[in-house]
C-alpha cells in the first residue's frame, strides 16, 4: 500500500500569516531589509582626506596601464582581429582609462562609479566570450578577465559607498 502524505502540524510560535493586498510590500520583511541596510550605512566612515585603500589605488594603476599598453600596443603596430585599429579609437579609450585613473586617484565618485560600469561591460563581455573562445589561452584570458576584474569591482562596492558618505559637518 502507498503511503499517505500528511501535512505537518502548524507551528505555534509562529505568527498567522496575514494576507497582503495586491501591489503592496510584506511589511516584515522589508523592515528588516531596511534596518540592516541602515545599520551598514551607520556602520561606514568616510575616507580621510589623505587615506587612499589599496583597492582604489590598484584601479587607478590598472586604469593607467590600460592606457598606456593601448598607446603602445598600437605604436608597435599590434593588430586587432587581423586589423590595424583607428588611432582615433586607441586615444578616446587612452583618455577614458587616465581620466578614470586621475579620478578614483583623487577620491571622486564619478570615476569610481564609472569604472565599474567599464568593468561591469568587460565582465559580461569575458563571460560571453568563453563560449566561443577557439583555443585554450583565450580561455585563460576570459578567465583571467572575469577574475580580477570580479574581485576588483566587488572591491570598489565599499569604497564607493564610503566615497558617498557625507563628511560630518558638510
Known sequence: MGRRSRKPPARRDAPEAVPVAAGEPEPERRARGAER???IREGLEPLAPGERPTVLVVAA???TALAVLN???YVVGVDVQGKAPSLSGVLLFAAIMLLAAWGMW???YWAVL???ALLAISLVIAGLSIMVAGNISAVVLCLTVLFFG???FWKLV???AR???PRPGG
Open 61 to 63: 594603476v590598472t586604469a
Open 37 to 39: 541596510d541602515a545599520a
Open 163 to 165: 566615497l558617498g558618505v
Open 150 to 152: 570580479g574581485w576588483l
Open 114 to 116: 564609472g569604472f565599474q
Open 158 to 160: 565599499r569604497v564607493l
Open 106 to 108: 583623487t577620491k571622486r
Open 71 to 73: 598607446v603602445l600596443f
